[in-house]
Each structure stands twice: as structure tokens, then as C-alpha cells.
């Protein structure tokens, strides 16, 4: 029944697919992380349930293939289109031809810098500069009977992308607190494991003396953590380490010792954006901004949860 509409060439209005489905034109980032698969799965399933006709393009970390996919969906007049803006910048042109074409668009998990918010209908996603606070927090805590200097590595997310700037900002307002905590060096891994594992290799060779990483996801830091252990270091102990999204692997690395905390990052947003969409295409008003729920977790919390999470 449903694979009429993917042929989607009647050139009937509004593009509605076979049935009268409502058609999303979704971008997605890439996959370069088990949050993105998780996120990718959630997309693809909460579609299928609703019913709607998903286009789903894969713009292997380019913004470049972004614009042109959002292009094609104007092309081929989707009704909604949704994406998850792979860096904050540069989308200005793009979503005015979406919206010169009355098509409206919604934000998954990244913001735009955009000023003009008529680009956009909602954004839907963390608060990546929150989770950022919360890793620096307990830092904070944790070393507070230590008498310092504390010595810091980062590795950053995507460079441009609204979680690596928010979750730089966030943790390095919390570490503020205490000039004892220094940054020695921080650099992109781009959200990899394979990058997260090169780049702290480098960190470690150029630095005797790492007592903390913070990993803006769990990728990074498991990457990191095979470097760790090749350097004859015990991760967890030698060095402390914090991630952001709570990915099955990362818990299980944190239930296990060798992550010390995590603070979540849901990737489960398609259901809440498959409601979006069906409000969105029925002209109904919504939220400009949603925010998931999050947590976080210690190494306790991590073996309390990890029989049961779902991802
Ligand atoms: O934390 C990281 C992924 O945009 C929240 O992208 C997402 C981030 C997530 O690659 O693992």
C-alpha cells in the first residue's frame, strides 16, 4: 500500500504521498557515532509508526550535502522537512528557498545561529550547554579535596556544531569555579572513535601530566581509552574521564570503571518530532524550542540502568 507514494512523481500538491501520507525530507548528520545510529533508528521507526513517508538522506558530516538534500526536497516538494544542521552556520539561503516554497522546516538536535527565526518552525533537542555545566559540576566536586593544579584535556565534537561550542561553553563556566582547574589542551575528534583515539594518543605524548579528559560524547572517549591502556595507563584511575550521551557502549565502559560519569544526551527525539511534523503540516501552532529530559550518571547509576536501557 504504502510503496505507491515512494515513486512520489504525480506532481500533486503539497507532495503527499500514496494515501494522502504526509511526506518528511529528513537530514540527517551522518553516522559517526552510536548517539547518531540510536537517533537515525528512533527517526526511522517513530516515522514508520505515524505513518509518514520518510525521505532520509545521509550527509556523511558535510554541510555542503546538507544544503543539496534540503534542495532536492524542495525539488520534489516534501511536506515537511526536518534536519539536524551539522554545523551552526551558513543555512540562511537554503531554509529561505524552503520557506519562499512554503514548506515548512523543523530542527532536530542542533540549532542554527540564525537571527531570523521565521526560518524555522521549532527546534527540538538537548540543552548541550546544561550538559556541559552538569560534567563540569561534578567535576568540581569530585576534585574538591584535591589540592591542584588540575590538569585538563578536551576533546571536542564537530568543530561549528552546536554541541561541541555549547558543551565547550557550559563546562568551562562550571570549571571557572576554581582556578585550580586549567584546559592544557583541547582539540577536535569530531565526534569519532577513530579520531577521539588519535587525537589523545597526540595529548598524550605531548603531556606527562593528564589528570582529567572530558570527551564531548562517549565515542571520543572510548576511542581515547584504547590510547590510554596502549599507554600502559589505567583509564578511570590515571586518568578521570567525563562524556556526554549515555550511549550503550559508554555506559557499559562506565558501568566497568573505566569512564567516571556521564551526563545524557537523548537521541531518542522521532516520536516527538513525527508530533511536530503532523502539527506543523495541520497549520497548528508550536513550540519554538523543545527541550529532551536528561540525566546523568555515575558509575553505580550505570550498572543500576544499563539491563534495561533501551539504547
Ligand atoms: O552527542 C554525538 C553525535 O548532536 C547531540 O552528535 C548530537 C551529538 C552527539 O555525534 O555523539
Known sequence: ?????????????????????????????????????????SVQDSAAEAGIELKFADAQQKQENQIKA??????????????????????DTVLKEAKDAQIPVILTDRAVDSQ?????????????????????EWLVEEFADEPGPVHIVELQGTTGSAPANDRKEGFGEAIAADPKFEIIASQTGEFTRAKGKEVMEAFLQAHQDIDVLFAHND???????????????????????????AVRDGMQALADGKINFIAECSPLLGPQLMELVEQVHAGEPVPKRVVTEETTFTQEQAKEVLPTREY
Open 116 to 136: 531570523d527565526e521565521s526560518l524555522y518552525e521549532t527546534f527540538i533537542g538537548s540543552d548541550f550547554v546544561l550538559e556541559g555545566r552538569l560534567s563540569g
Open 219 to 245: 565515542d571520543m572517549g572510548l576511542g581515547a581509552i584504547e590510547a590510554i591502556e596502549a599507554a600502559g595507563l589505567t583509564p578511570g584511575a590515571d586518568i578521570t574521564i567525563i562524556t556526554i550521551d
Open 70 to 91: 534540503i534542495r532536492n526536497f524542495i525539488a520534489q516538494r516534501v511536506d515537511v522537512i526536518a534536519f539536524s544542521p551539522v554545523v551552526e552556520s551558513g543555512w
Open 1 to 41: 500500500m504504502v510503496a505507491a507514494g515512494a515513486a512520489c512523481g504525480d506532481g500533486s500538491a503539497g507532495g503527499e504521498g500514496g494515501d494522502g501520507q504526509i511526506v518528511l525530507g529528513f537530514s540527517q548528520v551522518g553516522a559517526e557515532s552510536g548517539w547518531r545510529t540510536a537517533n537515525t533508528k
